[in-house]
Structure formats: C-alpha cells, structure tokens
Nanobody, 121 residues
Framework: QVQLVESGGGLVQHGGSLRLSCAAS????????MNWYRQAPGKRRELVAG???????NYADFVKGRFTISKDNAKNTAYLQMNRLKPEDTAVYYC???????????????WGQGTQVTVSS
C-alpha cells in the first residue's frame, strides 16, 4: 500500500557530508511524521531525527548541530542532510513514515529498506 524508498547513502570520509532522501508513494492520504533511524552492526536501531506534518523537528543528541531533517510535502519526501560525519555515524539508515491511507483511519508505520552510510577515518 505504501512504499518508502531511501537513497543517497555511500562512502564518505571523516568530516564529509551526505544527503539522504526518503520518498513515500502509494495509497497516501496524509503523512503524520517522517523519521530517520539508523542501525550499526551489533547495535540496536536508534532514532536519529524526526519531522512532523507541521514541520516540527527533533534530533538525537549525537547528531544535533550536524544533521538537518527537512521535507517536501508536495513530493512526500523527507531528507536528512548529514554534515561533519564521523566514523561512528556508520550504519544502515532507515526511513520510517507514519501514514494515514484513508480519511478517518489511524496512521500506520511504514519502513524503507535502508541505505548504507559508511564514514572512513
């Protein structure tokens, strides 16, 4: 019903930048919020940043001042601008969106397939 496709991951040097995109498509009535998570090998998945339908944002402490989340409502797309990347930012980054597929229904959470970000030292 709803598909999320991430893009923009890759290999970057310490201190470099990447911009991730997450495009939502399918049966979308509205999107309540969009979030970026990450999961490093052997670690639990953790929230990186989120943005509400109204544009309110929240960030994990470990990315504040370095990462910026934004969205394009017309394209149902969220972005994660990642600056001053560190080796410890290496992980698979996942997009999650809370989507209402029809009026009067509650939202459901949908996940993308993930995109690998690798930061070399």
């Amino acid at each position: 019903q709803v598909q999320l496709v991430e893009s923009g991951g890759g290999l970057v040097q310490h201190g470099g930048s990447l911009r991730l995109s997450c495009a939502a498509s399918g049966s979308i009535f509205s999107i309540t919020n969009m979030n970026w998570y990450r999961q490093a090998p052997g670690k639990r998945r953790e929230l990186v940043a989120g943005i509400s339908s109204g544009g309110n944002t929240n960030y994990a402490d470990f990315v504040k001042g370095r990462f910026t989340i934004s969205k394009d409502n017309a394209k149902n797309t969220a972005y994660l601008q990642m600056n001053r990347l560190k080796p410890e930012d290496t992980a698979v980054y996942y997009c999650m969106a809370s989507v209402v597929i029809r009026a009067w229904l509650s939202s459901n959470d949908y996940w993308g397939q993930g995109t690998q970000v690798t930061v070399s030292s």
